[in-house]
């Protein structure tokens, strides 16, 4: 795949690419405050800013809290915890495959409120487990859970951007 991408970048001529970080420098302030007022002015839109930086706040305390976890409390080391982050990152890849399931019975909200109990069903079994083994069960749940709010987030993002299109035509 990293040869297959190479291959691609070399492709991109010299002219696009000398002009980009003039553009990039001009129009990145510009887009910022774009972004900025568009989820300023939308409800729905301020709502998932503000979800979403709380659990990534929540996610950054679970990611260092799993070295502690995984290396003293559970006494396998460095090992261990490589497993149990391989356990994890599976866990988000079912849940990133499963989140069209979630959203086709719940819809896209339903499903974002599901993925947070998931997580936090994982994140307890995690919590609670006296061992590595039931540990990654608890990892791989709580990624599936992860997984599906990731889907979701984006999802409802990308149709709030529908909407707000819709309105302005």
Request: aromatic letters at 10%; hydrophobic letters at 55%; a positive charge.
């Amino acid at each position: 795949s990293f040869l297959i991408s190479a291959a691609l970048l070399v492709r991109i001529t010299s002219s696009f690419q000398s002009n980009l970080v003039a553009r990039i420098g001009r129009t990145h302030w510009r887009e910022v405050r774009a972004g900025l007022a568009l989820v300023h002015d939308n409800h729905h839109l301020s709502s998932l800013f503000l979800i979403w930086s709380w659990a990534t706040l929540a996610y950054a305390g679970i990611n260092v809290a799993e070295i502690v976890l995984t290396t003293e409390a559970y006494g396998s080391g460095n090992v261990g915890f490589g497993i149990f982050v391989a356990f994890s990152a599976a866990g988000i890849l079912a849940g990133n495959v499963l989140a069209f399931w979630f959203i086709r019975r719940l819809t896209v909200y339903g499903g974002y409120r599901a993925s947070f109990l998931i997580t936090a069903a994982g994140v307890a079994i995690c919590a609670v487990s006296p061992n590595l083994a039931i540990g990654c069960i608890g990892a791989v749940i709580f990624g599936i859970g992860n997984g599906i709010g990731l889907v979701c987030n984006v999802t409802l993002i990308q149709q709030q951007k529908l909407v707000a299109r819709t309105r302005n035509k």
